[in-house]
């Protein structure tokens, strides 16, 4: 795709995503998520964004496994359309969380999409890099368990049903969730982004300096909030689990 045409199908993807978003508007929500309605649209749009494109990542580095070998130059018509398409949904992401949630609330969020819509960007514009952004939407396949978890809980779903007061005990739909979700972070969050920065490291020489900072600061933002979410997440479904059941003994 020529530039224009990429700044189309960006263009395009925003207002897609924004459209899929009115359109979760309109449909009914569980009642316990309603109190929480924007932030019920937003993951589902979300999760419409990770199923696409983490499927569609892995089918273009499948097809075209040269991707992976080169990951400044190489690319195709599929992998451009794909961080193109990406790129407009955090564009879009982006602009709803400034738009409908406190700064304060939000930040991590938006700092996040900063560092990722800079990177996609210029792979997108200048047809360079794409295999890396490729390789980076291998995360979207965790996003995945992870809205499907956020979901769960804004929907009153982690818990057995009657057990909510007396002895709470998850759910089997959010316990395999749960833990589909801390394995494909370590796999596909951790392992990634640590093979990314290995990547990085070893190919700086090739790049401009600006493109190298660019992806250093992204990928060194990106590895510290996984982790921090990893632990999170391990508190939250493991930990806390472990000492219930132990008070309980």
């Given at each position: 795709?020529?530039?224009?045409?990429?700044?189309?199908?960006?263009?395009?993807?925003?207002?897609?995503?924004?459209?899929?978003?009115?359109?979760?508007?309109?449909?009914?929500?569980?009642?316990?998520?309603?109190?929480?309605?924007?932030?019920?649209?937003?993951?589902?749009?979300?999760?419409?964004?990770?199923?696409?494109?983490?499927?569609?990542?892995?089918?273009?580095?499948?097809?075209?496994?040269?991707?992976?070998?080169?990951?400044?130059?190489?690319?195709?018509?599929?992998?451009?359309?794909?961080?193109?398409?990406?790129?407009?949904?955090?564009?879009?992401?982006?602009?709803?969380?400034?738009?409908?949630?406190?700064?304060?609330?939000?930040?991590?969020?938006?700092?996040?999409?900063?560092?990722?819509?800079?990177?996609?960007?210029?792979?997108?514009?200048?047809?360079?890099?794409?295999?890396?952004?490729?390789?980076?939407?291998?995360?979207?396949?965790?996003?995945?368990?992870?809205?499907?978890?956020?979901?769960?809980?804004?929907?009153?779903?982690?818990?057995?049903?009657?057990?909510?007061?007396?002895?709470?005990?998850?759910?089997?739909?959010?316990?395999?969730?749960?833990?589909?979700?801390?394995?494909?972070?370590?796999?596909?969050?951790?392992?990634?982004?640590?093979?990314?920065?290995?990547?990085?490291?070893?190919?700086?020489?090739?790049?401009?300096?600006?493109?190298?900072?660019?992806?250093?600061?992204?990928?060194?933002?990106?590895?510290s909030m996984n982790m921090v979410l990893f632990y999170r997440l391990l508190r939250a479904d493991i930990l806390n689990n472990t000492c219930n059941k132990s008070k309980k003994h």
């Open positions: 795709m020529d530039l224009r045409s990429t700044l189309l199908v960006i263009g395009g993807s925003a207002c897609s995503f924004k459209l899929l978003n009115t359109i979760v508007r309109c449909l009914p929500a569980p009642e316990s998520a309603r109190k929480k309605a924007w932030k019920w649209r937003n993951i589902c749009t979300s999760l419409a964004h990770s199923s696409l494109t983490g499927t569609w990542a892995v089918l273009c580095l499948y097809r075209q496994p040269q991707i992976a070998k080169d990951l400044i130059s190489s690319h195709s018509l599929s992998s451009h359309s794909l961080v193109a398409v990406s790129t407009g949904y955090f564009i879009n992401d982006f602009l709803d969380g400034a738009l409908n949630q406190p700064l304060k609330q939000s930040w991590e969020v938006l700092l996040h999409h900063s560092a990722v819509i800079s990177c996609f960007i210029l792979a997108a514009t200048s047809r360079l890099y794409v295999g890396f952004a490729v390789v980076s939407l291998l995360i979207e396949i965790n996003s995945v368990f992870l809205h499907i978890r956020q979901l769960l809980l804004l929907s009153g779903r982690r818990n057995r049903p009657g057990t909510e007061i007396s002895t709470p005990r998850p759910s089997v739909t959010y316990s395999v969730t749960s833990w589909l979700n801390l394995g494909t972070l370590l796999v596909f969050r951790i392992c990634t982004t640590g093979w990314m920065t290995h990547w990085l490291a070893a190919n700086g020489k090739h790049m401009p300096r600006y493109v190298l900072m660019m992806g250093t600061v992204g990928l060194s933002l990106i590895s």
